[in-house]
């Protein structure tokens, strides 16, 4: 004799094991709890730090470079310890700012042999040779800004 419902034929065997659906939702409560711990975790590398300060000066003296000669006017890129901060001359304007790691810092800028933290870049793109020491937990680097060629290290 074959016991029935009324959703079907009752099976007397017991199989345990989860349903598809019962594994899909631990999957995304997994998913849901790594996704909101993953990025708090600090990934944070002072080798990376320091190159990734190294890219955004050269962009920005590669930006303030072009924008002088496109508009025709100067302009002047500000290093300051945490901050790079692009400032039209006239009239003092911010046109960009960009942060630097926690990790690394803008120690020293030497301007035609003086101690100063901003370059002056003329209507022809043409900026005073400078020096940047940048330093961090992996050591300290120095960049040279060139009149037309940009920066190098």
């Known amino acids: 004799m074959v016991l029935t419902s009324k959703a079907g034929i009752l099976n007397k065997t ?20 790594l996704g909101l711990t993953i990025p708090s975790i600090n990934f944070s590398d002072p080798e990376r730090d320091m190159d990734t ?7 920005a003296v590669s930006e303030a470079r072009s924008r002088a000669l496109l508009k025709r006017e100067p302009l002047e890129l500000h290093l300051e310890p945490k901050h790079i901060f692009l400032v039209q001359r006239n009239g003092m304007q911010q046109l960009g700012k960009s ?18 933290r901003t370059l002056l870049f003329t ?31």
């Open 99 to 116: 942060a630097l790691p926690t990790t690394v810092t803008i120690s020293s800028v030497i301007v035609d042999e003086k101690n100063q």
């Open 123 to 153: 209507p022809k793109g043409v900026t005073q040779p400078a020096t940047v020491e940048i330093k961090s937990q992996s050591g300290i680097r120095t960049l040279f800004i060139k009149p037309i060629q940009g920066v190098s290290y």
């Open 53 to 59: 300060v190294v890219r955004r000066l050269a962009g």
């Open 14 to 33: 017991h199989e345990s094991g989860f349903t598809l659906f019962e594994l899909i939702v631990v999957v995304a409560i997994l998913g849901i709890v």
